[in-house]
């Protein structure tokens, strides 16, 4: 089972990140279930989003405590969501940061980080500094958990016309600036 | 079709596919998507011959849903913690009545304090009140325990209610094998009401019952409720082998074959505890009730019987009595000598981890109640 952690701030589109994780990984044939930090959410707050994908049957109903992969939607949140809480030996973290950002994991072997500036491709596609899909063309260089096209096939499922166009395109662009 | 989907659409759908006449319904957290999504379906056309009507409470939306099944339509609503209390009375009246309305309820805590998170207080509060309620462990559940509500109480002349879990299975996106209107139609005949208000034949129902018929009609109902296990359970086989799913029945048993301890729950934290039963090893197996009303006391008895240590584990709780489904589980296993635990646990959405039950599970302690990861430090607190 691959367990994925997305944080942000409300806005950000974090619940629909998951949920788009999920049906990229429905569409290669695997089992997978996201779902939302059930706060009370409001536009701003720091938000935060699940999404498990496996093989087999996922029966595990509770927050991911131990993800394998991170993704951080707004740098902001690092410290007051203790976003790198749990993150599993050999995790991989994806930053929302045209810089890089230097982290300290105690005693954690192979937790990769990578940033990427995605607010920024966002801006530049959609005019709008919605990050979600963005990241996830990079999340699938990044971890290789996912392949590019079903990210693709899932923004289509979420969005229809010119924004899942522009979206499509932002992730790609996202996703050739790791590969 | 198999989709990934959020859980309250994949309701939306199933309901939607069962065709209902009227849908009423008053928005509560965390029900609320199931009937925007069938509101969506009646204005896009996708569900016709549907009146989707707004009203300004959850008592009108009961009372709409009343009125429009004793006129002789299919109906449904749902909803969720404080807007089912405010149903209470409309909730009582549509079994005493024995009109076969649909409700789902999206489990959520009762306040005050106000929270707005999962448990099954909610669904507790009306245990008595003759409904069938119906739990659901994943989404397919849900969306295949609504198709077989719908049949359930037509049949039986019992309103039936199936609870889900709100946000984690309501918010929840997983896969779900959808149906095709074509195969429910086959599985769902048309409504055909046993009693049906008519202008041309105007009649009055809910009428004042004297002291010398009113214990009867009661009774009627209690030996309804009765007799409707053998229907919750023929249902649920009559499903399986249309769909190829066993979602339905009366309770799920998993690794209960030898084990000496079985956890008994209901809803979606079964699936956690499957999980844990397999990490425990070969004496721990589960046992979920699915059909809490009808209460299925001959199939629990028989699942539970070869096992020495019974731990019910529920969301819900009898303030100054205790576990509600663990009493009702002694009470059916009475005098047998097992010794039965209760383990209360995610209410106010309390978070329930693999961790926690597994701790709380090989506890021997002795404590026959259990609150799982209560802090103790701030109840100190509070008690200053």
């Not at chain 1, 806005?11 to 939302?36: D, R």
Request: glycine share 10%.
């Amino acid at each position: 089972m691959f367990q994925v952690r997305i944080h942000g701030r409300g806005g950000q589109g974090v619940v629909t990140a998951a949920e788009m994780l999920s049906i990229a990984a429905f569409l290669e044939g695997k089992y997978a279930q996201a779902f939302p930090s059930f706060g009370s959410e409001r536009m701003g707050a720091p938000v935060a989003a699940f999404c498990r994908i496996s093989s087999r049957e996922i029966r595990l109903r509770e927050p991911i405590l131990e993800p394998n992969a991170l993704i951080v939607q707004d740098r902001t949140v690092l410290e007051p969501a203790h976003a790198l809480e749990g993150i599993a030996a050999g995790g991989y973290v994806l930053i929302n940061s045209p810089s890089p950002i230097g982290l300290e994991f105690d005693g954690l072997d192979g937790v990769t980080i990578k940033c990427i500036g995605a607010t920024e491709i966002a801006m530049e596609h959609l005019g709008k500094p919605l990050p979600n899909a963005v990241l996830l063309g990079s999340f699938a260089a990044f971890t290789k958990k996912i392949k590019i096209d079903s990210v693709i096939e899932a923004i289509k499922t979420k969005f229809s016309g010119t924004i899942a166009e522009k979206n499509v395109a932002a992730a790609v662009m996202a996703y050739e600036k790791i590969a | 079709m198999l989709q990934q989907l959020e859980g309250s659409r994949a309701m939306a759908v199933a309901v939607g596919l069962c065709r209902p006449g009227v849908v009423c319904a008053y928005p509560i957290t965390p029900q609320t998507h199931i009937v925007e999504d069938l509101g969506e379906q009646v204005r896009s056309g996708r569900l016709q011959n549907c009146d989707f009507i707004n009203v300004e409470s959850e008592m009108a939306a009961i009372s709409v849903t009343i009125g429009s099944q004793a006129a002789g339509v299919r109906s449904y609503t749902a909803t969720s913690s404080q807007g089912l209390l405010y149903m209470m009375e409309g909730i009582y009246n549509a079994s005493g009545l024995q009109l076969p309305l649909v409700v789902t309820l999206g489990n959520r805590s009762i306040g005050a304090p106000i929270n707005i998170w999962n448990d099954h207080s909610d669904a507790m509060a009306m245990r008595d009140a003759g409904w069938v309620m119906l739990f659901a462990e994943t989404n397919q559940e849900a969306a295949d325990l609504h198709i077989q509500a719908f049949k359930i109480a037509e049949e039986t002349c019992i309103p039936t209610m199936v609870c889900v879990d709100g946000f984690i299975l309501t918010h929840a996106y997983e896969q779900v094998d959808l149906p095709s209107q074509e195969e429910v139609d086959d599985f769902l005949p048309p409504y055909n009401p046993k009693m049906q208000l008519d202008l041309a034949q105007p009649q009055a129902i809910g009428t004042m019952v004297p002291p010398e018929y009113f214990m009867e009609l009661k009774y009627e109902v209690h030996e309804n409720q009765k007799k409707t296990v053998a229907v919750v359970e023929r249902v649920g086989a009559e499903f399986r082998k249309k769909f190829q799913r066993h979602s339905g029945g009366l309770i799920r048993s998993y690794k209960t074959d030898g084990a000496k301890t079985i956890i008994v729950t209901m809803g979606s934290v079964a699936g956690t505890l499957k999980d844990v039963a397999d990490e425990l090893g070969d004496e721990f197996g589960v046992v979920s009730v699915v059909s809490y009303r009808p209460f299925p006391t001959d199939a629990l008895v028989a699942a539970l019987r070869n096992a020495t240590n019974i731990i019910v584990l529920e969301k819900a709780l009898a303030l100054g009595v205790g576990g509600i489904l663990a009493n009702e589980i002694k009470l059916a296993l009475g005098g047998s000598g097992q010794k039965i635990r209760s383990i209360i646990a995610g209410l106010g959405g309390r978070l329930i981890t693999k961790a926690l039950l597994k701790d709380c599970i090989l506890a021997h302690d002795g404590d026959p109640e259990l609150f799982l990861g209560l802090r103790h430090d701030c109840v100190n607190s509070l008690k200053k």
